[in-house]
């Protein structure tokens, strides 16, 4: 089974497609992947939210 490859979504963005692309990658919903990665930045300080989306953007290739 082929799974699609790790990239930033064109269709599916709110701001970069980081968060669309990673949905789309495991099969879930990117509204699911959406709050969860603002739930855990918030309640977590070890996790610098901003700063690993921002990485993603820039290591992520864009995909379709």
């Known amino acids: 089974m082929s799974h699609p490859t790790l990239s930033r979504s064109?269709?599916?963005?709110?701001?970069?497609?980081?968060?669309?692309?990673?949905?789309?990658?495991?099969?879930?919903?990117?509204?699911?992947?959406?709050?969860l990665f603002v739930v855990v930045s918030i309640l977590s300080a070890a996790f610098p939210g901003i700063l690993v989306y921002l990485v993603l953007w820039l290591v992520m290739p864009e995909g379709d």
Do not use: E, K, P
């Open 10 to 35: 064109i269709n599916d963005r709110v701001i970069a497609g980081v968060m669309g692309g990673i949905a789309r990658r495991f099969g879930w919903s990117s509204t699911v992947v959406r709050v």
